[in-house]
T-cell receptor, first 111, second 115 residues
Framework: SQQGEEDPQALSIQEGENATMNCSYKTSINNLQWYRQNSGRGLVHLILIRSNEREKHSGRLRVTLDTSKKSSSLLITASRAADTASYFCATDEPRTYKYIFGTGTRLKVLA | DAGVIQSPRHEVTEMGQEVTLRCKPISGHDYLFWYRQTMMRGLELLIYFNNNVPIDDSGMPEDRFSAKMPNASFSTLKIQPSEPRDSAVYFC?????????????FGEGSWLTVV
């Protein structure tokens, strides 16, 4: 299975701290995306990084991709209570548009 | 745009009953996905369509599940007969595809409880 595995499964930090979560996957990819899910809601796209990119920034988000290790990390800087959510990585199987989501990291930011 | 619209938002049904979940994708999107989310198995891709044609249904758990997309603005996921283990949140999502970006837009989900 292509499914990504995020770690840690759960993370609890204080407001203002940085949060880092990791994703590992199994086969080659075209790109990797990160999504956020608030409790009881659908997933919302955060950022996409292509297989030929190593790092990407968007606001307080920083994503890295290491295709040799088949892993990615999502860093949220200066976290806020509103960042409390689950975060998922999603990868696409080559030559398809089949996006498989990882197991997710539950982030809790304490005010 | 109103986003991906799913109905019903919540459904409680008895084992053995037929369940039909509905989805209206974002206008113009080429791809439509059905995912199922449970605590035990996470987010599973059940089936996806491209231009109304099913491309990959390898994630459909068994013959009790079927999905259709009769036109570009409507899709259904049907479970017949339903079983308690089908209880989950079912998400519909749509996308333009790689040519116009890869972002997948999710609906708010249909929360299904089979008792």
């Amino acid at each position: 299975s292509q499914q990504g595995e995020e770690d840690p499964q759960a993370l609890s930090i204080q407001e203002g701290e940085n949060a880092t979560m990791n994703c590992s996957y199994k086969t080659s990819i075209n790109n990797l995306q990160w999504y956020r899910q608030n409790s009881g809601r659908g997933l919302v796209h955060l950022i996409l990084i292509r297989s030929n990119e190593r790092e990407k920034h968007s606001g307080r988000l920083r994503v890295t991709l290491d295709t040799s290790k088949k892993s990615s990390s999502l860093l949220i800087t200066a976290s806020r209570a509103a960042d409390t959510a689950s975060y998922f990585c999603a990868t696409d199987e080559p030559r398809t548009y089949k996006y498989i989501f990882g197991t997710g990291t539950r982030l809790k930011v304490l005010a | 745009d109103a986003g991906v619209i799913q109905s019903p938002r919540h459904e409680v049904t008895e084992m053995g009953q037929e369940v039909t979940l509905r989805c209206k994708p974002i206008s113009g999107h080429d791809y439509l996905f059905w995912y199922r989310q449970t605590m035990m198995r996470g987010l599973e891709l059940l089936i996806y369509f491209n231009n109304n044609v099913p491309i990959d249904d390898s994630g459909m758990p068994e013959d009790r599940f079927s999905a259709k997309m009769p036109n570009a603005s409507f899709s259904t996921l049907k479970i017949q007969p339903s079983e308690p283990r089908d209880s989950a949140v079912y998400f519909c999502a749509s996308s333009f595809g790689r040519a116009r970006g890869n972002t997948i837009y999710f609906g708010e989900g249909s929360w299904l409880t089979v008792v």
